[in-house]
């Protein structure tokens, strides 16, 4: 029996490569799970990804950022399956920009696709699980950025440290409701987002050098994430709340010198494709 025998997960967001490798775990471990996105085809292909998986469920197109869009797509989740037990907030965006270029307009659209739409997400839940009484885990997304500085991401670094005292504070107001609250904070996660960055934002990342800088030696994979999000969401974290949980290589703890690329990889096999152009 998986440990979300029984549960239902609502995911918001949850078309990116993270989201997709979440809804799937939380399916393999006996959950109901519905997909939201913003993007119609990526929700429905993270429901198929469920299905995949043997689990049941369905995606559906929702903006996280119009009024009442998510409180009406828990009552559509509660219709369908009866119940929800963990929201799972995933919405993001980012602007790579120096920070005396950065528009007012594009600071808020990244604060507001992060910060307010993860707070919508985590309030309709919550609005549900204390009317109902049943309690519930709430995870939100967070990231290394949170905890650091990273040039030209000054609306994407204030955001992610926004989520990280956003997530103590309703942990601390709700955990009387048996509500847990947590989030996470990956370091770089070989998604299709980070292996297509290079055609987003030319010549931005040097891949090798990126790798240098994580103690595990290599980057993380969606799947390492999404182990992650079913302990926060299980009852194998029940006293846990309010923590913003790096799964991230090392990469938070280290403040030595870039390891040699020529050490040997730590933990499983890279499943890396070529990640094209690097700085070299
Ligand atoms: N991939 C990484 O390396 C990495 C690293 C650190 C943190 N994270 C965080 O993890 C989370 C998931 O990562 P990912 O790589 O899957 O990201 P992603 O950008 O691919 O996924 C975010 C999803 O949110 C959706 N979205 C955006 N605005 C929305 C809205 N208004 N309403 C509904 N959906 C909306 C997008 O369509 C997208 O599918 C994000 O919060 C991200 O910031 C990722």
Request: glycine share 12%.
């Amino acid at each position: 029996m998986g440990s979300l025998e029984g549960r239902v997960a609502v995911l918001v967001g949850g078309g990116g490569g993270i989201g997709v490798a979440c809804a799937a775990a939380f399916a393999k471990q006996g959950a109901k799970v519905v997909v939201a996105d913003i993007d119609q085809r990526l929700a429905d292909d993270a429901a198929g990804a469920v299905v995949q998986a043997g689990g049941e469920g369905f995606g559906v197109r929702v903006d996280a950022l119009e009024e009442g869009s998510i409180d009406a797509l828990v009552d559509d989740a509660i219709r369908r399956y009866g119940r929800l037990d963990i929201m799972h907030n995933l919405t993001s965006t980012t602007v790579l920009s120096p920070s005396v270029d950065l528009t007012t307009e594009q600071f808020e659209r990244v604060l507001r696709t992060t910060v307010v739409a993860q707070f919508a997400g985590a309030r309709a839940a919550a609005r549900h699980m204390i009317s109902a009484g049943s309690g519930g885990s709430v995870i939100n997304m967070s990231s290394i950025g949170g905890h650091g500085g990273m040039p030209k991401r000054a609306a994407y670094t204030a955001s992610a440290a926004a989520i990280v005292n956003l997530t103590r504070t309703l942990a601390v107001e709700w955990a009387e409701h048996g509500i847990r609250v947590n989030a996470i904070a990956p370091s770089w996660i070989l998604t299709d987002a980070l292996r297509n960055y290079d055609k987003q934002y030319p010549g931005v990342l040097d891949f090798d050098a990126l790798q240098a800088r994580i103690p595990a030696g290599r980057f993380g994979l969606p799947e390492e994430v999404a182990d992650v999000a079913v302990f926060l969401a299980s009852d194998a974290s029940r006293f846990v709340t309010g923590v913003t949980l790096p799964v991230d290589g090392g990469v938070l703890s280290y403040v030595g010198p870039a390891r040699s690329l020529s050490q040997p990889q730590a933990g499983p096999p890279d499943k890396s494709e070529p990640l094209g152009r690097t700085d070299r």
